[in-house]
């Protein structure tokens, strides 16, 4: 089996529909895809409308958390997502993202880069607005040449010249709320160190106390010798291990399926949930 618990849709910053997602999800000989937008569920309904026979979708979210002031992101999945906490917060972030971009690109404008909210607001449509919205505007207007490219000090990494905080939930009440709605949680990219500050292995020892369920290790960004430091850890602190592609479309360079979760691991965090179940795709339109 194929397994990538990491994808993102138009629902969030991703630059394929729901549909589309999981048609290439198919297309790349993956058994199994999850599909975890940034703090919404938007996407699950197309997604399941459109699931070819022989791909199983795993319903979830990617949580913003923020850890002693380090942003970190939290996946949730199969949760029940009507459940009216979690959909309380997940709501509160949400609503916190459209503000935050607007004084980005007021920022960006302080800077002498010509961006505008209604070039931002296009490149989004209908998903949660973003940073890489607002880095994929960098890019049209030639200001950097990839979206990487704009996650840096200069523009918009935690703490550039152009960043601004957002509200981002508490890990531990977000693993509360997450296995309040039956959910299993697993730390996204905890060793992502391009993107800024990364949570230290005490804090996720400390995570895992309270009821962290597992670490995403095989990552992009995540090198080798990352990979197996992580690895390690999570068999210390008695986590889960997932892999993923954590796929954008195109707005990142990789594809679904570049790394896989072990079939046993899946039927793990399937045995574990209790809010939802994978659904297997019947040959979607």
Known sequence: MRID????????DGTDSPADLVR????AGLD????TDHD????HAEALAALPAGLTLVTGAELSCRYDGISMHMLAYLFDPEEP????ERELVRDDRVPRAQGMVAKLNGLGVPVTWEQVARIAGDGSVGRPHIATALVELGVVETVNDAFTREWLADGGRAHLAKHETDPFEALRLIKGAGGVAVFAHP??????????????????EAGLDGIEVDHMDHDPETRARLRGLAKELGLLVTGSSD????????????????PEVYGEITRRATGAFPVPGAGGA
């Open 5 to 12: 618990l990491h994808t993102h849709s138009t629902a969030s």
């Open 24 to 27: 290439a999800a198919g297309a």
């Open 32 to 35: 199994v895809v999850a599909l």
């Open 40 to 43: 919404t569920t938007r996407g």
């Open 85 to 88: 906490a979690l959909l309380a």
């Open 191 to 208: 060793a992502a160190s391009k993107r800024g500050r990364t949570v230290p292995e005490s804090g996720i020892a400390e995570l895992a």
């Open 247 to 262: 796929y954008h479309g195109s707005r990142k360079s990789c594809v679904p399926g570049e790394f896989t979760t072990d």
